[in-house]
C-alpha cells in the first residue's frame, strides 16, 4: 500500500500511476445490474460507449454483463483520465 499525497489521494499502482476516485467494484455492480442503461459506463466517464449500451439495451444485455465482469476481474480498466480504477 503506498501513502496518498495531493497528487494521488488514492494512491498509486505498481506502474506509478495515481489510481481514481471511481471504483472498480461500483463500475462492475452498475454495469451488470443497470447495463442496459450504460451507467457503468458513465460512472468512469465513457459517455460514447455509455451512449452506446443504452441504444442497444446493452447489447441487449450480453455486452453489459460482459462488461460488468471485466470490470470486477481486470485489473486494466480506467477512468475518463486514463488513472487505473481503485479495486
Do not use: H
Amino acid at each position: 500500500m503506498t501513502v496518498p499525497t495531493p497528487q494521488a489521494p488514492y494512491g498509486v499502482d505498481p506502474q506509478g500511476r495515481p489510481y481514481s476516485d471511481k471504483s472498480k467494484i461500483v463500475a462492475g455492480i452498475l454495469q451488470i445490474f443497470l447495463g442496459g442503461l450504460g451507467i457503468g459506463r458513465f460512472y468512469v466517464g465513457s459517455v460514447g460507449v455509455g451512449v452506446a449500451q443504452l441504444l442497444t439495451c446493452g447489447g441487449l444485455g450480453i455486452w453489459a454483463l460482459v462488461d460488468g465482469i471485466m470490470f470486477l476481474t481486470s485489473n486494466e480498466r480506467t477512468d475518463k483520465q486514463g488513472r487505473p480504477l481503485r479495486g
